[in-house]
Each structure stands twice: as C-alpha cells, then as structure tokens.
C-alpha cells in the first residue's frame, strides 16, 4: 500500500518562510498527483498546491505567489515551500497522493499522510 511520510512543519512569525517535505512510499505505483491541503479549525480542508507526475502544478488562490510545489519522482517525493506566510495559513497541512497501480489496471487510490501543524503567528 502507499504511505506518506511528511515533515518540516513547525511556527513561525507572519512573513516568515517554511518549507514541507513528504515522502511517498509503495511499491508497483505510479504517483499520478502529490499534493498539500490544509485544514484550519472550523474550516473545510482545502487544496494547497497539486503537481502532477509531468511537473503541472496548480495551487489554490490564497496561496498562489508565495508557496511553490515541487516534485522529484525519481525519490517520490514532494515539496511545499511556503513564503510571506499569514496568521490565515494556520492549519494542519496533510500531504495527499493519488496513485494507481503499475500494469493493467485503471484504479485509483488516494492516499493522506498523517498531517503536520503549521503555526504562523506572532
């Protein structure tokens, strides 16, 4: 099965930079999306930034021009590097996979790391 591995969470002042790792592991998988999604308390989570295998990356508008999602698919990693964060960038950010398996099948499964805090605050 996949999993996902993700790190580098932590606080920091507004305006500050953070960056987010996470590991994504599974064998006979390709990692059609990697991706961050947050959640805040009392919110809905919601997309941060995707990227898939061919390097497309899409990001959610609050984010978009200060965090930058990159990819390495020969480690099957993804990384989130975060910008002028915002008191309002609070939140669990949870790294997601959408994997199918290697051969003949079509299926899809997604996968949800186990989340890391992001504090930004002063």
């Known amino acids: 099965q996949v999993q996902l591995v993700e790190s580098g969470g932590g606080s920091v002042q507004p305006g500050g930079s953070l960056t987010l790792s996470c590991v994504a592991s599974g064998s006979g998988f390709i990692f059609s999306v990697l991706g961050w999604y947050r959640q805040a308390p009392g919110n809905e989570r919601e997309v941060v930034a995707t990227?898939?295998?061919?390097?497309?990356?899409r990001y959610g508008d609050s984010v978009r021009g200060r965090f930058t999602i990159s990819r390495d698919n020969t480690a099957n990693t993804v990384t989130l590097h975060m910008e002028k964060l915002r008191p309002d960038d609070t939140g669990v950010y949870y790294c997601?996979?959408?994997?199918?398996?290697?051969?003949?099948?079509?299926?899809?499964?997604?996968?949800w790391g186990q989340g890391t805090q992001v504090t930004v605050s002063s």
């Open positions: 997601k996979a959408v994997a199918t398996p290697k051969g003949p099948s079509l299926r899809l499964s997604t996968t």
């Open positions: 990227m898939r295998a061919d390097g497309e990356a």
